[in-house]
């Protein structure tokens, strides 16, 4: 497949594919007039050709990209924007919008494009530019993240800035009434609870690092136990370990976060 195709249908190897552009500038131009399509499945069934979940190709930190050392045109400051703004589009148009309309045949757009803006931030937290660090500091990774997965399953607590409503899945539910049954199992053959763990604990690691931290915070464990206890309320066994990790690697070089429920 084009890979310009497949960044617009799942966003898979939308960081590889930017760092293959020769500039800074070339790299602001994508984010600015890239987006994920929008997909709810409706007038398609379940679009039963599509595979379900399969680990997606880590990022490679250890090897920066050559433009953010040489002045090619734009700035750090322009390609923070730029994929900032890539980020918060994509969090508005398009995964809010799965919530809004509530379909359970849109779970799998909705996953490519939380994947792809969380692996989009780790990588960029990771990209360090001459003199001023992480092109994507710590704390917009951990905001956005978070706001990634309230999306998702609805709210960590109440805060003004938060979406409306308790996440997608929360409203999937809502709209099969009494079908829970069908929902849990989608959720299931999705690998939902293993992206969610996933995502949190990269995000707790990435915290960790740029904090010099040692261990688990009550911040960190707050959330790692937010998450399980979302996967068990959903009916949902507890991932193995294995299956968190294979999730993880397009979060982190590491095979593994450091950081376990």
């Known amino acids: 497949m084009n890979p310009l195709r497949r960044i617009e249908e799942t966003g898979e190897n939308l960081v590889s594919y930017v760092e293959s552009l020769g500039s800074v500038r070339e790299a602001v131009e994508f984010f600015n007039n890239c987006s994920i399509r929008f997909f709810d499945g409706e007038g398609s069934g379940r679009g039963s050709k599509r595979d379900f979940w399969r680990p997606r190709d880590p990022f490679k930190p250890d090897a920066p990209p050559n433009w953010l050392n040489v002045r090619l045109g734009g700035s750090v400051a322009d390609l923070r924007a730029a994929i900032l703004d890539f980020v918060e589009r994509h969090q508005s148009e398009k995964l ?25 931030l780790f990588a960029y937290h990771s990209r360090r530019a001459p003199r001023t660090g992480p092109v994507i500091p710590f704390g917009f990774v951990t905001s956005h993240v978070m706001t990634n997965l309230e999306l998702l399953i609805g709210p960590y607590e109440p805060r003004e800035d938060a979406y409306d409503g308790n996440g997608f899945i929360s409203a999937v ?15 299931k053959e999705e ?3 293993q992206m969610l763990c996933a995502a949190v604990e990269a995000m707790v690691s990435v915290r960790a690092k740029a904090r010099k931290m040692d261990g688990l915070d009550d911040w960190a464990a707050k959330r790692l136990r937010w998450i399980a206890l979302w996967i068990k309320a959903q009916g949902q066994p507890e991932p193995k370990r294995e299956d968190i990790e294979a999730a993880g690697l397009e979060y982190l070089p590491a095979k593994s976060s450091a950081y376990r429920t």
């Open 96 to 120: 809010y919008r799965h919530v809004r309309r509530a379909n359970l045949n849109g779970l799998p757009n909705f996953l490519d494009i939380f994947r792809t803006l969380n692996s989009l």
């Open 173 to 187: 539910y809502a709209n099969f009434a009494g079908d829970r049954a069908l929902v849990r199992d989608r959720l």
């Open 191 to 193: 690998r939902v609870p």
